[in-house]
């Protein structure tokens, strides 16, 4: 096991989110290190985007680099936690 930021155990968040829910803020360390020239509040904004495209079952149009990591973190997240 390694303790990268995607390997949900990183930061100052020791447990993941419960099963069925992504928590945003827990994934910014992910989108920050493989985007990172990102800053974190558009990391979390992205993420936040990303997420409620998940939810609403669409893909997000931005290209931006930010924006492409966010979804496919979102996407690695929910299939982790069911949600």
């Known amino acids: 096991?390694?303790?990268?930021?995607?390997?949900?155990?990183?930061?100052?968040r020791v447990f993941?989110?419960?099963s069925g829910t992504v928590d945003t803020d827990w994934l910014v360390p992910a989108v920050l290190?493989?985007?990172?020239?990102?800053?974190?509040?558009?990391?979390?904004?992205?993420?936040?985007?990303?997420w409620a495209d998940h939810r609403a079952g669409v893909r997000g149009g931005s290209?931006?680099?930010v924006d492409v990591v966010a979804r496919d973190v979102v996407a690695a997240a929910?299939?982790?936690?069911?949600a």
């Open 1 to 12: 096991m390694t303790t990268g930021p995607t390997d949900w155990v990183s930061g100052e």
């Open 16 to 18: 993941a989110p419960p």
């Open 33 to 50: 290190e493989a985007a990172p020239d990102a800053a974190p509040d558009a990391a979390r904004a992205a993420l936040a985007r990303a």
């Open 63 to 65: 290209t931006a680099t």
């Open 78 to 82: 929910a299939r982790q936690f069911r």
